[in-house]
């Protein structure tokens, strides 16, 4: 069991739920994160599919931006949006670290209301067999809609309107 701290008394942080996830895997994610610089907490939980991991961090996070974390899936999802709809799913192959670091930057980027990074975004040294992050298929018509309304909230929210 996690005791975690109220929302009020955390720090602004990006949080990371992990069950039985792999050092590397959450390494590459940091890194992401860190590198738009924005905090980050990892805490453990007892149990989950990624996605139910990813939606409670995301309500746990004061940032409203969470990342579930196991063996199997790696989920960024947003307190915003419907519990089984996260905005990125990564698992099997589409997890290299190069990728999970791209979903590190892209909960970071969510944040900060930053373009979000997508296939066509990264850098061409890249080998075009490369695995990268993705949207997540189930809702692709869907996310469109709801990224674009989470962002012009978030941005309204920023500058106060």
């Given at each position: 069991?996690?005791?975690?701290?109220?929302?009020?008394?955390?720090?602004?942080?990006?949080?990371?739920?992990?069950?039985?996830?792999?050092?590397?895997?959450?390494?590459?994610?940091?890194?992401?994160?860190?590198?738009?610089?924005?905090?980050?907490?990892?805490?453990?939980?007892?149990?989950?599919?990624?996605?139910?991991?990813?939606?409670?961090?995301?309500?746990?996070?004061?940032?409203?931006?969470g990342?579930?974390?196991?063996?199997?899936?790696?989920?960024?999802h947003?307190?915003?949006?419907?519990?089984?709809?996260?905005?990125?799913?990564l698992?099997?192959?589409?997890?290299?670290?190069?990728?999970?670091?791209?979903?590190?930057?892209?909960?970071a980027?969510?944040?900060k209301?930053?373009?979000?990074?997508?296939?066509?975004?990264?850098?061409?040294?890249?080998?075009?067999?490369?695995?990268?992050?993705?949207?997540?298929?189930?809702?692709?018509?869907?996310?469109?809609?709801?990224?674009?309304?989470?962002?012009?909230?978030?941005?309204?929210?920023?500058?106060?309107?």
């Amino acid at each position: 069991m996690v005791v975690t701290k109220p929302i009020l008394e955390r720090r602004p942080a990006v949080q990371l739920a992990t069950f039985e996830a792999a050092t590397s895997v959450l390494q590459a994610i940091l890194w992401g994160i860190e590198e738009e610089g924005i905090p980050s907490e990892i805490c453990d939980l007892a149990a989950g599919s990624a996605t139910v991991m990813a939606h409670q961090a995301a309500h746990m996070s004061s940032l409203n931006v969470g990342v579930g974390v196991t063996d199997a899936e790696v989920v960024l999802h947003h307190r915003d949006l419907p519990g089984d709809k996260p905005l990125f799913v990564l698992s099997g192959r589409d997890r290299s670290a190069e990728a999970l670091k791209t979903l590190g930057k892209n909960a970071a980027r969510l944040v900060k209301c930053d373009p979000l990074l997508f296939d066509d975004d990264r850098s061409t040294k890249a080998p075009p067999t490369e695995p990268s992050v993705a949207p997540a298929q189930s809702a692709s018509d869907d996310l469109e809609r709801i990224v674009g309304a989470v962002m012009d909230l978030l941005a309204r929210q920023r500058m106060g309107k």
